[in-house]
């Protein structure tokens, strides 16, 4: 893992055309600012992570869900 | 289904769904008496999704999202549901999603904005004109 120190206003490039800034820092929390192409996907990680349990989770309660709709 | 959305018959997710990068192509099948339809994966038939039409889930969303340019004009959304605890209750992905092209061509999104919820709570489960949130 690289890990780099910087202060708010600075910023760090990754890979081609991705602009990452520190825009202030308040208490235990970092703004982040993100300049990125369009296409490039920008998302917490957690959020990611949130829907590949639900995309299971879902999955796993479609026989549950249907017998839900029989009986409704 | 309730919302004025045609979907096709067979879906392709050239990216597959979050967390599931190798579920390309899933079959369509609407189910009777019910505004939901299912979605089978075809090369594992026992991983499938129940989804409604997002508008049914949450009005308007498919409309926000084209006016923020993160849906296509021609796209259709469809959001994926699940079950939790005991008592059941249903929820719809919002947070994640399907957007489907006329030609089938299909991406799940991941929206950040808050208002989309992973879990949006289904009220009834036949959504019609009135659907729960």
Do not use: K
């Not at chain 1, 982040?32 to 879902?58: H, K, M, T, W």
């Not at chain 2, 969303?61 to 699940?82: F, I, N, S, W, Y």
């Not at chain 2, 989309?116 to 036949?126: D, G, K, Q, S």
């Amino acid at each position: 893992v690289l890990v780099l120190t910087r202060r708010p206003g600075q910023s760090i490039i990754v890979g081609d055309g991705v602009e990452l800034f520190v825009v202030r820092i308040e208490g235990d929390r970092v703004v982040l600012g993100i300049d990125a192409p369009r296409e490039v996907r920008v998302v917490r990680s957690e959020l990611l992570r949130d829907l590949e349990d639900e995309n299971r989770a879902s999955s796993e309660a479609r026989a549950h869900i249907r017998a839900l709709i029989s009986g409704s | 289904m309730s919302s004025d959305v045609t979907v096709p018959s067979v879906l392709w997710l050239a990216e597959g769904l979050v967390g599931l990068p190798d579920c390309h192509t899933l079959d369509v099948q609407p189910i009777a008496g019910a505004s939901f339809v299912e979605l089978i994966n075809r090369d594992e038939p026992l991983m499938g999704w129940l989804a409604a039409s997002a508008d049914d889930v949450r009005p308007g969303m498919t409309e926000a999202l084209r006016a923020t340019g993160r849906v296509e004009p021609d796209e259709v959304l469809l959001v994926l549901l699940a079950s939790h605890g005991e008592p059941t209750i249903v929820t719809a992905n919002l947070a994640g999603p399907v957007a489907i092209r006329p030609d089938g061509n299909a991406r799940q999104l991941v929206l950040e904005d808050p208002a989309y919820e992973v879990r949006a709570r289904l009220t009834r489960l036949a959504p019609t004109t009135d659907p729960g949130r």
